[in-house]
């Protein structure tokens, strides 16, 4: 699942909500567990440098298909938080 347009404040709540992993990858490689606050931190360092660049091409896996539902009802909606 790509990212795009988000709002790091809300994406952070999100991830809180999630039960299963939320693993998320970068266009370098990097393959971080969004579960863990230390990761949480710099994955978001990783994807607001991205951003700065205009070059977010992050990926997230999830490992939880209600999570699934989560993460796509908010990524098409932004106002459901």
């Known amino acids: 699942m790509k990212l ?12 809180d909500r999630a039960k299963g ?8 490689g990097n393959k971080l567990n969004l579960k ?7 994955g978001v360092k990783q994807l607001l440098e991205s951003a700065k660049n205009a070059t977010i091409t ?5 490992t939880n298909p209600e999570d699934q539902l989560l993460f796509l009802k908010y990524l098409t909606d932004s106002t459901t938080l």
Do not use: H, N, P, R
Request: glycine residues 4%.
């Open 36 to 42: 863990s606050k230390l990761c949480q931190l710099y």
């Open 58 to 62: 992050a990926e997230i896996k999830l």
């Open 21 to 28: 992993d939320v693993i998320l990858e970068t266009d370098d």
């Open 4 to 15: 795009y347009d988000i709002d790091i404040g809300d994406f952070m709540q999100l991830l």
